[in-house]
């Protein structure tokens, strides 16, 4: 990190999350601004801008608040400089395991009602392409039948 400090419009710029958005996360607890200007505002590091990604990676998934929480404690506490145990390393890479495995099962889910959304679009542009040719070329070639 080369210590270089952002305000809350550049973060949400990068993060492509509303000012709300973070501040949200903030008032949770999730992400805390590293500094504050002498006139108060927010500021923030590339390693926050991090912490919102994951989050922002972890939301559409579904994963709660908590969850994203446990997430970010456990990474938190591999990255920390203070070392753990074997055993306590151990049950943090687990954690991390365990949303991995979480992550990947949703994915599969999302995948799935994406290729229904596509089967539903496609059976709709070719009810319509049945039903009146003009219709067809104003809605484009069916991308999956």
Do not use: W
Not at 126 to 142: F, H, V, Y
């Amino acid at each position: 990190m080369d210590g270089k400090h952002m305000q809350i419009g550049e973060v949400a710029a990068r993060t492509e999350l509303s000012l709300r958005t973070i501040r949200h996360y903030e008032e949770t607890g999730l992400v805390i601004p590293s500094a504050r200007s002498q006139g108060g505002f927010r500021l923030y590091t590339e390693a926050d801008v991090a912490r919102l990604m994951v989050i922002r990676r972890m939301k559409p998934l579904g994963f709660t608040l908590q969850e994203m929480r446990d997430l970010l404690e456990a990474t938190d506490r591999l990255d920390s400089d203070e070392q753990a145990d074997a055993a306590e390393r151990e049950a943090l890479l687990e954690r991390v395991r365990g949303f991995e495995q979480a992550a990947a099962r949703k994915v599969g889910e999302l995948r799935v009602q994406l290729e229904r959304a596509e089967d539903f679009a496609a059976t709709l542009r070719n009810r319509l392409a049945a039903t009146s040719p003009d219709n067809a070329s104003l809605i484009g070639p069916a991308t999956h039948s």
